[in-house]
């Protein structure tokens, strides 16, 4: 058994299991074969869900995902890595997500191909109340839940959007979050339900 640090290459393998200890450490089978200790951090926190997919009134789920992005700091790097249905991994993360100053929306700068925000960044946002062509342009983008944006102290972001970051997608398999790199604990604490649809 070999322990090892978060790395990119690693983690494109399989997530097997996660073993619930004092330290969180997570178990994951590499694609050459190899067996892997991680230590997992808890990433839980207040967060936000938005919509993106083909769709351009917003309002399928077809090839569709809802993420949930944390709130809690504009330095962190949040990152996300998936697998789309020929078998690629794609990793893709972002920092300076923060509320806008009307509160009706959320922005940050995303970094694609890597989960350590590195590169060059694409200044992104989505909306509350309009669904907009996103980047790439095939996707649409929208906001579905910006309770901890609005109204942080009230019960529809402090019972209900927060917990673990997470990506719900139709399109993609194996949805891992990292934050600064390091493998999020998704049983840290409760993630929120799979979010209302949009409407478009």
């Known amino acids: 058994l070999k322990t090892t640090p978060v790395l990119p290459q690693i983690l ?56 949930y992005w944390p709130i809690a700091s504009t330095t962190d790097c949040h990152g996300w890595q998936a697998t789309d249905s020929t078998g690629k991994s794609h990793d893709n993360s972002a920092k300076n997500i923060k509320c806008s100053s009307d509160l009706r929306s959320i922005t940050y700068d995303q970094y694609a191909g890597n989960l350590v925000c590195t590169g060059t960044a694409v200044a992104k946002s989505f909306h509350l109340d309009t669904c907009n062509q996103g980047v790439p342009p095939t996707l649409y983008d929208k906001a579905l839940d910006l309770a ?53």
């Not at 398999?173 to 604490?189: I, M, P, Q, Y």
Request: charged fraction near 10%.
């Open 148 to 200: 901890c944006c609005l109204t942080p102290s009230d019960a529809a972001c402090t019972s209900t959007m927060t917990g673990a970051p997470r990506v719900d997608s139709t399109a993609t398999t194996n949805e891992k979050v990292f934050r600064n790199g390091d493998l999020c604990d998704a049983s840290s604490t409760p993630s929120p339900s799979p979010s209302q649809s949009p409407s478009p």
């Open 12 to 67: 494109s393998g399989t997530w097997i299991m996660g073993l619930r200890t004092a330290s969180m450490w997570a178990l994951v089978l590499a694609s050459d074969g190899g067996i892997f200790l991680i230590n997992a951090v808890d990433c839980s926190g207040k967060l936000v869900s938005t919509w993106s997919g083909p769709d351009s009134s917003c309002g399928s789920a077809s090839g569709a995902n809802a993420h």
